[in-house]
């Protein structure tokens, strides 16, 4: 059965700083999304990684994917107020459509 | 574009009351899913479809109901609402190509079973 774990689940920092938030899964896929989602709001797509090797990136934020290692991260630069929210990974089971999420990060910037 | 509309955006329901949650998209999207969001726990897939008449289960299927006569809707019914179906509830479609550019959520729809 497919498990998607991140870490940590709770992240507070200070502006300015960086920090990684880590997802991993347990079966093999190579599609993996990222979603951010702000208190009582729907999810917004950050980034979907298709390969091997995939990193995308979108002012402070960077996304990448190790298929082999089924480990995917996203990097946060100079951390700013604006990012507070909620960051979730998911993964596509079998390339199918079924997707599966983490927990979620709840991400705190202060400042 | 109105993108993935859900309604409603609230309700409560008495255990054993039955409902449709709606879902609607104008982006002729060919997959739509239904997740809940429960605290803790992220999001589970209850139902999804590749296309209209295809329907196949997720993660938690167990007592929703669904159908896709049409591309533009997917409504999931509550057969017989428990309290352990309290929860957010998200509509969810993509193109079958643009799965790469990530899925397209609805605002949700928050319910409560007394």
């Known amino acids: 059965e497919l498990k998607v774990e991140q870490n940590p689940l709770f992240l507070s920092m200070q502006e300015g700083k960086n920090y990684t938030i880590y997802c991993n899964y347990s079966?093999?896929?190579?599609?993996l999304y990222w979603y951010r989602q702000d208190p009582g709001k729907s999810l917004e797509s950050l980034f979907v990684?298709?390969?091997?090797?995939a990193v995308k990136q979108e002012g402070r934020l960077m996304a990448s994917l190790d298929t082999k290692a089924r480990l995917s991260t996203l990097h946060i630069t100079a951390a700013v107020h604006d990012l507070s929210a909620t960051y979730f990974c998911?993964?596509?089971?079998?390339?199918?459509?079924?997707?599966?999420f983490g927990a979620g990060t709840r991400l705190t910037v202060k400042p | 574009n109105a993108g993935v509309t859900q309604t409603p955006k609230f309700q409560v329901l008495k255990t054993g009351q039955s409902m449709t949650l709606q879902c609607a998209q104008d982006m002729n999207h060919e997959y739509m899913s239904w997740y809940r969001q429960d605290p803790g726990m992220g999001l589970r897939l209850i139902h999804y479809s590749v296309g209209a008449g295809i329907t196949d289960q997720g993660e938690v299927p167990n007592g929703y109901n669904v159908s896709r006569s049409t591309t533009e809707d997917f409504p999931l019914r509550l057969l017989s609402a428990a309290p352990s179906q309290t929860s957010v509830y998200f509509c969810?479609?993509?193109?079958?190509?643009?799965?790469?550019?990530?899925?397209?959520f609805g605002s949700g729809t928050r319910l409560t079973v007394v």
């Open positions: 969810a479609s993509s193109t079958r190509t643009g799965v790469a550019y990530g899925y397209t």
């Open positions: 079966t093999t896929s190579d599609r």
């Open positions: 990684l298709l390969s091997n090797g």
């Open positions: 998911a993964v596509d089971l079998y390339n199918n459509n079924d997707m599966r």
